[in-house]
């Protein structure tokens, strides 16, 4: 079932030369967790602006549970729309108990604030500290009072604004877990925005690329990252490799050696064979390989980069286990699996 939709919005801000976010078309079924992703000033923060009322778009509608809270000159005001917001800083009040910061936003609700409160408390696990204020609660105990509190009136989508940056790497891991967790739980349907492309691969359904105030792609995780469907989106979720071939009746000719491809046969000329460094693979003897010289590599404990070069100097990277120490400049073999191909003009 569809909760959230958005249709053909456009926004451009007063004074700003271009459109904020130009043809916005997408839907959001119920219990979603939708990614909004992007590099700085693609639209991410006026999608979510434009979602809860803070901003209002030149063209489209947007429905939330069926009813348009936004067309045309008429729009639902924000507190009336059922939007939950939880804020990068989590914005809490900082001389409220963390009892009251959620009771705070119940007032109106028709619950008893205290009863519903305390059991949305519990249920992010939370029971024992309902009369700490937030200063003596840890990072992310306080981004779980901030989840409660938007979480507690029942509101049909909840939006998270960079809900991980201003946790450490260590706690990130823990953190994306238990939120996705409790938003699974409660059934809520969320959107949150990041540009950190990990937290979306791990923690969204689904996963809404912008670039520039254009929507690229939504997709499953999954999809994304193994079929962008351009360029750009493709090397916004980590470096690719690109080597040029010529396609034969058999396989691929490269500057690292030859391919054998079924795939060849729909291909004339020259093609572009697209792979991610952990596609990939060192191998032992030289049988079916490519070959190359090291030119350096990276250590990063759990794994390891090597940088490979063909004779007339052009280079490309492969992930690998940590363990072997390859030496500079020594030729090793390699395959790589479920390439992508592309029309080389
Ligand atoms: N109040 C404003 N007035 C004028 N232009 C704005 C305003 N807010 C945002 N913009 C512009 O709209 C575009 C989209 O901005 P937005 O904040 O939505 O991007 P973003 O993807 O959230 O970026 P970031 O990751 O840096 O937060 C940018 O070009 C930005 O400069």
């Given amino acids: 079932m569809t909760i959230l939709e958005l249709n053909c919005i456009d926004k451009k801000y007063s004074q700003a030369e271009n459109y904020a976010v130009k043809n916005i078309s997408f839907e959001v079924k119920k219990g979603e967790i939708l990614a909004l992703v992007g590099e700085s000033g693609s639209g991410k923060t006026t999608l979510l602006r434009l979602i809860s009322g803070l901003e209002h778009p030149d063209a489209g509608y947007i429905s939330l549970s069926g009813n348009k809270i936004v067309e045309g000159k008429k729009s639902v005001p924000p507190n009336k729309r059922k939007v939950g917001m939880v804020f990068q800083d989590y914005a809490l009040f900082p ?3 963390i009892l009251e910061n959620v009771k705070f936003g119940l007032k109106e609700s028709g619950v008893d604030p205290e009863k519903t409160a305390k059991a949305t408390l519990n249920m992010v696990g939370l029971s024992e500290n309902f009369n700490k204020y937030p200063h003596q609660l840890s990072g992310g105990q306080q981004q779980r009072v901030a989840l409660a509190r938007a979480i507690a009136p029942n509101p049909s989508i909840l939006l998270l604004d960079e809900p991980f940056s201003n946790l450490d790497a260590m706690l990130k891991d823990q953190v994306r877990e238990e939120i996705r967790q ?7 349907t969320a959107i949150f925005v ?12 689904r996963i809404a690329i912008l670039h520039k105030g254009y929507l690229q792609q939504l997709d499953t995780p999954r999809k994304l990252y193994e079929h962008p469907v351009n360029a750009y989106v493709g090397n916004f979720f980590g470096r690719r490799n690109e080597i040029l071939a010529t396609a034969t009746e058999d396989g691929f000719y490269t500057s690292f050696g030859f391919i054998a491809d079924e795939r060849s046969k729909k291909f004339h000329g020259k093609v572009r064979i697209i792979f991610r460094p952990e596609q990939g693979k060192i191998k032992k003897s030289p049988r079916q390989a490519l070959n190359g010289r090291i030119l350096k590599t990276a250590y990063y404990g759990d794994h390891q ?11 490309i990277s492969i992930r690998t286990n940590p363990y072997k120490v390859f030496p500079a400049n ?3 073999f390699f395959s790589i699996r479920d390439f992508e191909l592309e029309e080389a003009f």
Avoid: P
Wanted: charged content about 35%.
């Fill in 95 to 97: 001389h409220l108990t």
């Fill in 182 to 188: 409790i938003i699974k739980e409660t059934g809520v």
């Fill in 194 to 205: 990041t540009h950190d492309t990990r937290d979306a691969l791990s923690t969204a359904d």
């Fill in 305 to 315: 980069i090597i940088k490979l070069s063909d004779d007339e100097g052009k280079s």
């Fill in 330 to 332: 020594s030729r090793i």
